[in-house]
């Protein structure tokens, strides 16, 4: 990957311990600090895994990691595998990459940092030849009531293919079941990186994990490269394009 600049926004990969300190300060703030828990937000995925860091004027305003598969066969190596079981992608033929770890520094929210971030990965998936991205998208809190709406939504609206669907694994975990209104009802609040995924034809799990440890609430979410609608792809790799390198 190049790294790319739009506006005021730049993104890069890690390029040294220090970088990736960096983005694990981050973390650390975004995942823990701010839900009080102790402890550092790093773990034993890290070192596999390239670290994609968005600047603005050298300053972390957000970063993700990425960890690459050369097919489903290995997909059991992956984060999202400890919390669901992936067999049905076990037999996925082409190149896929976990996307995880996805923050933003607290108070940021210009929308060009999630622009280049997205110009950034589409560029990857590009020269990688990747087929599918997934990962786990996150609910702030593990108690599943606040999250109702949002839950029926997705369920009525966004269920992956049965062929393809993770089944139960994590001890702790909640049916995603439509509401009677949920059909017609419009798009909840849904976390930010969610509802990117979902406007590019991503489809998530059919069941949420509570995951107690970070206090959330998370959903697998899988996006086949193939089925972004043809004008968004466009889109995505005139941002990677057109982005200054």
Known sequence: MQPLTRGNYSARLAGSAADVAAALKLRQLSFRGGRGLAGSDADRYDAACAHM???????IVACCRLASFATGSTIGDSYAAQFYDLTALSGFAEPMMELGRFCLHPGESHPDILRVAWAALTQMVDQGGVAMLFGCSSFD????APHRAALAYLASHHLGPAAMQ???LAAESIALRPLADAASMAMPALPSLLRTYLGMGGWVS????????????????????AQV????ARAL?????????
């Not at 809190?141 to 599943?144: H, L, Q, S, Y």
């Not at 609608?229 to 968004?232: E, T």
């Open 206 to 225: 059919d069941h949420a994990v509570i995951d107690r440890e970070l206090n959330t609430l998370h959903v697998f979410t899988g996006l086949e490269v």
């Open 229 to 232: 609608p043809a004008a968004r």
């Open 166 to 168: 993770p089944r139960i």
């Open 53 to 59: 860091l968005v600047e603005q004027s050298g300053r």
């Open 141 to 144: 809190g593990a108690d599943p």
């Open 237 to 245: 790799r005139g941002l990677a394009g057109h982005a200054t390198s």
